[in-house]
């Protein structure tokens, strides 16, 4: 990833066009769904790099070589600390108003070097109205985070009307970068003391087992625990992660009546 980096940032310098999709599983599967977004992913403009080890794997299946994970996050980061050293322009449009004025003077604080040419929080605005101030400005990197395919439908539907710049559909990086939410791999609690975990099987009985229909969880936490941090870390896994990886083993989360297959042992039966 260090050389697609590398192929960004004189991409950067030399003032080129480069629209970036960081694609990880969903983003594929989307494009399934979404014709008009398959067409922009297969679009010879779109670069798409790898973001996910369900990416990489499936490229690896194919036969297709990858030079490792390169996500949102960490390529905008890097494109942030270029901008500053080659006092290059950045347009950050898209998260709630906090978050990116948040990211934004966190970047004029740590990146003194970058110009800010301008942001816009990504609600309630119109895509063609920002696109329209974008264009004007021609900054030479457009960070749009407005989720996957919004963000990359409206870079590839406004490409034409730029000579430069470096285009990227980021996702919730903004949320992550601006300190507004945490990555819980990379957070530093979850570093210096990672917590262990196990599935619990739901026991089996004569009128079978219970499934929830709503997988959900509450639980709280004492802002004076010495583990609150710990804690809150827990349960940001939790929602995130704890789900899809019980998906993916397929461990019984879903409701009594699924049609999955997998659950058809643990399926309530109202004997007739
Ligand atoms: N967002 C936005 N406007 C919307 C919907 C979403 O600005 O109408 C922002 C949201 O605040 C978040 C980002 O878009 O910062 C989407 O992040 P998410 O992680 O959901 O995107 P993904 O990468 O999963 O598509």
């Given at each position: 990833?260090?050389?697609?980096?590398?192929?960004?940032?004189?991409?950067?310098?030399?003032?080129?066009?480069?629209?970036?999709?960081?694609?990880?599983?969903?983003?594929?599967?989307?494009?399934?769904?979404?014709?008009?977004?398959?067409?922009?992913?297969?679009?010879?403009?779109a670069i798409i790099v790898p973001d996910g080890i369900g990416v990489l794997k499936a490229a690896a299946y194919?036969?297709?070589?990858?030079?490792?994970?390169?996500t949102g996050c960490d390529l905008v980061a890097?494109?942030?600390?270029?901008?500053?050293?080659?006092?290059?322009?950045?347009?950050?449009?898209?998260?709630?108003?906090?978050?990116?004025a948040a990211l934004v003077t966190k970047i004029k604080?740590?990146?003194?070097?970058?110009?800010?040419?301008?942001?816009?929080?990504?609600y309630g605005q119109d895509d063609n109205e920002v696109f329209d101030e974008i264009a004007l400005l021609q900054p030479d990197i457009v960070f749009v985070a407005l989720g996957i395919p919004r963000q990359e439908l409206?870079?590839?539907?406004?490409?034409?009307?730029?000579?430069?710049?470096?285009?990227v559909g980021v996702g919730g990086s903004f949320?992550?970068?601006?300190?507004?939410?945490?990555r819980e791999s990379k957070s530093e609690t979850f570093r210096t003391a990672p917590f262990e975990y196990e599935f619990l099987y739901a026991p089996l009985g004569d009128s079978g087992a219970y499934a929830y229909l709503e997988?959900?969880?509450?639980?709280?936490?004492s802002k004076?625990?010495?583990e609150a941090e710990l804690a809150v870390e827990f349960l940001r896994f939790m929602s995130t992660r704890l789900d899809e990886m019980a998906g993916i083993k397929g461990l019984p989360s879903v409701a009594a009546d699924s049609a999955d297959k997998r659950y058809a042992g643990i399926r309530h039966t109202d004997a007739a």
């Open positions: 990833n260090q050389e697609f980096f590398q192929r960004a940032g004189k991409a950067l310098e030399r003032e080129e066009k480069m629209f970036v999709v960081t694609a990880n599983p969903e983003t594929l599967m989307m494009a399934e769904q979404t014709p008009e977004f398959g067409d922009v992913l297969r679009s010879p403009e194919l036969g297709m070589d990858t030079n490792g994970r390169v890097y494109l942030i600390k270029e901008a500053g050293n080659l006092h290059k322009s950045i347009y950050l449009y898209g998260a709630k108003e906090e978050v990116v604080a740590e990146q003194p070097g970058a110009v800010i040419a301008g942001y816009r929080n990504g409206i870079i590839h539907r406004n490409l034409s009307r730029f000579q430069k710049g470096i285009f949320d992550v970068l601006s300190g507004m939410k945490k997988p959900w969880y509450g639980f709280s936490v004076d625990s010495d």
